[in-house]
Structure formats: C-alpha cells, structure tokens
C-alpha cells in the first residue's frame, strides 16, 4: 500500500512511498495531525543517492515490525534535503548543536509545534556497538512523551533559544588582506603535503578552497598556495575519487589518498570542480587540469543532461544493492571485458587492480576482492612493468578504457535523481560558460546558454523570482537565496563567454529579485528563505561554505562584479554591505568562508573592466575576446559592447551606459582597458591588448 508520498515529485520521498511507515510530507497537514492526535513527530531528512539513507530504509523503514513501532508513537514525516534545504539547515544545526556532528539520514523528533527535543543522524534497527537502535529508543521516547511530557516541553523550548542564539549574527573587523592571508596560514595548516587536500580521511574536494588558493596565490604571489592547488588536482584525477572510465568526481573520498570513495555523483560536485580545474588550467598554464575540466563537463552532457536542456541533480552510489557495484572490478571481469594477456596486464598496471582487490566495504571493512580503478602508473610506466613496449602506450590505454567503458555500460546503473535543482543547475550554468570561454570549448557555452534558457522559462515566476525545483514537467517550491545567488553567478559567466547582453539583463533582475525577497534591510547580507516563505524556528543568514559555497558567499561576489558591469555603485555597495554583516563569523574562521573571500578579493581590489567593440561573430572580435577569456584575471569584468547600429548594441549601453561613448572606435575590433572606469586608449589588436592586460 503506498503512504502519502506517492503523490511527491522527489524521487526520495518516491523511494519511500511504498514503506511500511505511514509517511507524510512536510507540511502544514502532518503537523496539524500530530497536534489533533497528540503525538511527537518523527523527521527523517535525506537524499535519492544517499548511501546510509538507503541502508536505514532497507534495515527500519522497510521492516513491518519497525515501521508499526514508528506509526503507533509517531507522525512520520519525510523531508528531502535537497528540496527543501530550509528545512533541513535548521535541524542540522539542531543536529549538530546536540550531538557535536551531523550527516545524513538526519533524525529528529519534534513536538507538534516543530521544536525538536531529540537528534541523530543513522540509527540502525536495533542496538550494537554503543549505538542505540529503533527498537529501543522508540519506546523510551513514547515513554518520555507519556509520562514526562512538560520535561520534554522544557527541553525543546531551551533548544529553540540555544538555536536561536546559534544563529545570530556577530560582529567584526571589516576582512582585509590580513584576513585572506589568515584564512591560507589555516588552509596550510591543515594541507596534505603527500595527498594534496585538507585534513585526513575522509577527505572531500572542497574546491571553493582551491579557487580561493588561485586569487590568493595571483594577488600575493605566494608559490605554495599554487603548488597547494596544484598537488591536490593531480591527485585527485589520479585517485578512485575520479571516474577513471566515465569521468566525473564521486562525492568524497573515505581515505586520505583520494583511493576509496564514496560513489554518488553530484552535480554540483562537477560544476566546481570543473571550475577548479579550468582556473587551475589558466592560472597554472596547465593543459592537463584543463583535460580534466572537458572530461567532467563531458560526464555532465553525457549522462546528467536533461532532454529539455537542464541538468539532473545526481546519479547514487548504490545499484543492485550493493555500494559501488557498477563502479568496481574484479580481475575477473577485467580479463572478460579485454583482448588478451597483453591488454590485462596494461590494465593492471595502469589502474593498480590486484586478484585481492582494494575495496573494502565500509560497514563492515571486509574485502570484496573488487577494484577501485585509479591511475597507479603513466601509461609508459605501466607498459614496462606489463612487459609490453612503452611506444604507443597511452593510445593503447586509451582503446582499453574505451573497452571498458563499453563493458561497464551493460551493468544496471545506479538510480539517477532526475530532479532539475535552480541552484546548482546555476553553477552549471558558470562552470560551462567559464570552462568553455577559457578553454576555446564553445560546445560547453552552448549547453550553458541551453540551461539558462531552461531554467529561466521553466523556473522563473512572473515576478521575476525564482522557483527552486523542476521535475517531470512540474516546477515547485519557492525559490531560496541560494537559487537566486547561484543563477546569477551563471547567468554573469554566461554574458562573459558569449556577449549577450539578454544575460546580463536577466542578471539584473535576478538581482533585483534577490535584493526585495531576501535582503536583510537592518544588517545586511541575505536570509536563505524569502520575506513571504513558510516560517521556520529561525529565519537563516548563512554564511558558511560547506559542501557547496553560501549564498551570501555567491550574492556578495557576484553582486560586486554585476556593480562593475554595469556601473551602477548601488550594486556594489549591497555587495560590501553583506561581506560587513558577515564579517564577525569571517572573522572567527576565515578558512571556513573561502568563497566569502573571493568577494573580499575582489572588493579590495585593483580591479579592470575590459570592453570589447566590434561585429559579433567577427574574427578579429572573437580572438581579442578569446585573449581576455583564456586568462586568470579574478579581478577583471569583461563587457562586449557591440558597434552603433549592431544588433545588440542599444541593450548593452541601456545596462551599462558607461560603455555609450565607446561605439564608434577609429577601427574595429577595438578593446579598452579601464580601471573604476577610467579608461586608456584603445587598442586594436590581440597582442596589444595582451602586453596591456600584462602591464599590472
């Protein structure tokens, strides 16, 4: 029998409708269910590819006896987190606040009235290894709720003013260089010298780390911040975190060498670690890093594209069952799916596959004799220890990948979260409209320009804000900050890699969307939920970057940048507004706010604008765009300003009337270089412009 779910879009709560627990969605209904019935809630928040998520639901949520223990004291309440990212940053907090740690699935359970008096994250079904099960703390719960109820109240009211107080604000220092130097001593601190990456095991990519590392190391020149940034991209591409065979990155590493991952792909994961990589590539002057960006993007088009043109959230970590299935190689199977001998022992060599096996499950530790493929060796290397000539290696590698690839391709794939997230679609959007501008890949601007056409028909309502969730045809749930701060990132990446203005004007008015919804008009900086959302135990002002940047992070930046498009200071000035609001927290961990600091870097400046004149699609203008968009210049704001009469042209100057001026230069193509808008003499060619782009 389904349960209330299966009327959801989410593919999570889908996973569920067929429990044995009586589900509700949040909403207003549970809750006014709980108060009529008089019993406690129970909210279990989670994710489609989320491994221990899975685990819980075969071990409680599909057992009957478990299920009728939670239906019997409970109004049962399912949340996907990343559906509702409100909800679920409020009682991680919670979570965190009582417990010291956090992960999914998250366990709380709340009065009627949503105040939460008891948190966990996995809670398996019964008791083992000083970890309380289902079966026994249910009826404790029940107990309490029956017998101790105005204990229960008390707690949960001295929770919601700890929460309360947990979420404030606090003062301080305006952030300056000495706090961006701060925050690279504490990266630095924390660095793997040998593995690359931050902290030990488990280890995760954090790559608004590495791009903060980039504007440090180019503002101060300091060479371990690039030799940081650099060590820890090649390891990660070498290691198990790294598809070897489809591309794309795994969600974290269980180990400190990058070897055992966990296995679900997330969008957002790609989109900043191919921005990572495509800056690396630019800034480093490194062709590999800038492969490795085509091949996650490549991933991206190839398997999380939707046929209308946005991208899907995630594919999991789990088929048939199994964590990983589709993902890891016996020597077996690696001997069926090759030609021969020679080709398996290149193979061995090149992917460190052994008859042991390097995986290990991670519940129990036991090993499956099942292989994380990773790069164990050069494609040269690999062929003298096979035995084989080392002349033509790598193209031999590259047949055998392409084998397989092939070969992986008729397993049962792991379960794709179909779900069309505004958000990260937003910094998918950036990551290929930046990677393809830098890399000269037009066919990754135009699937950014796909996108953004996307997500701006089928996510914006006529207001002019946004809409946080597509799926099947249907768009859903009022958009957060983070929607609204990451499309517009997108939608300035996007006008920086093709020109037209549309983009830019759109990012106006996401802007102006972003500023009435969400602003905090007393102190500065953006609360995640909108002025009319559905109100919570706190009204958010987020700020740290965690798996992904914060939205504040992302409006401040981004926020700057459009203030110096289009010479408008008031944009400017709401952008520095919200790094002051946030300063108290910058300032108590810099290294936990590095994409905070690329608004910071960018504000302190010296910054340029660059404008570019011409016909559009003309060579001379696209090779003087192409010198500016291959650079590393995290500081600098290009605009193409079409001539006088072209398409396109009366739209830039309305936007950005200080370019009015400039259309009608003594020859075409013409680009100037301008600093707070005071600009130096045209210049007519790409090597000009190159020598004064180098002229710092």
Known sequence: MPNRLADEKSPYLLQHATNPVDWEPWGERAFARARREDRPVFLSIGYSTCHWCHVMERES?????????????????????????????????????????????????????????????????????????????????????????????????????????????????????????????????????????????????????????????????????????????????????????????????????WLLPHFEKMLYDQALLALAYAEAAASLGSPEHGRTAREVLSYVLRDLRDPAGGFHSAEDADSEGEEGRFYVWTEEELAAALDGDEDLRLAKARFGVDRAGNFADEATGRRTGANVLHVAATPEEAAVRADLDPHGAEARIEAIRERLFAARGTRVRPARDDKVLTDWNGMAIAALARSGAALGERRFVRAAREAAEFVLGHLRRPDGSLLHRWRDGDAAIP????????????????????????????????????????????RGGFFRTGSDAEPLLVRETESYDGAVPSANSIAAWCLLRLGRLTGDPAWEETGRRTIRALAGRLEEAPAAHTALLWAVDFAAGPGREIVVVGRRDEPGTEAMLAEVRRRFLPRTVVLFRPQDGEPGAEEIVRLAPFVEGMGRPARSPAAFVCRDYSCEAPVFTPEALAASLDDR
């Open 61 to 257: 949520f599909e057992d009957p006896d478990t299920a009728g223990l939670l239906n019997e004291t409970f109004v049962c309440v399912k949340v996907d987190r990343e559906e509702r990212p409100d909800v679920d940053a409020v009682y991680m907090t919670v979570c965190q606040m009582m417990t010291g740690h956090g992960g999914w699935p998250l366990t709380i359970v709340m009065t009627p009235d949503r105040e939460p008096f008891f948190a966990a994250t996995y809670i398996p079904r019964e008791s083992r290894g000083g970890r309380i099960g289902l079966a026994d703390l249910v009826p404790r719960i029940r107990g309490l709720w029956e017998a101790r109820r105005d204990d229960v109240l008390r707690s949960a009211a001295g929770i919601r003013e700890a929460l309360a107080r947990a979420t404030e604000l606090p003062g301080g220092r305006q952030p300056d260089m000495e706090t961006m130097e701060t925050a690279f001593r504490g990266l630095r601190a924390r660095f793997d010298p040998i593995q690359g990456g931050f902290g030990n095991a488990p280890k995760f990519p954090s790559p608004h780390n590495l791009l903060f590392l980039l504007r440090w190391a180019e503002r101060s020149g300091e060479p371990a911040a690039r030799e940081m940034v650099d060590l820890t991209l090649r390891r990660m591409r070498a290691g198990g975190i790294f598809d070897q065979l489809g591309y794309g990155f795994h969600r974290y590493s269980t180990d400190a060498r």
């Open 479 to 522: 958009g957060f900050a983070e929607d609204h701060a990451c499309l517009l990132w997108g939608l300035l990446e996007l006008h920086a890699a093709d020109g037209d203005p549309r983009w830019l004007g759109a990012a106006v008015d996401l802007g102006r969307a972003l500023s009435a919804r969400f602003e905090d008009r007393d």
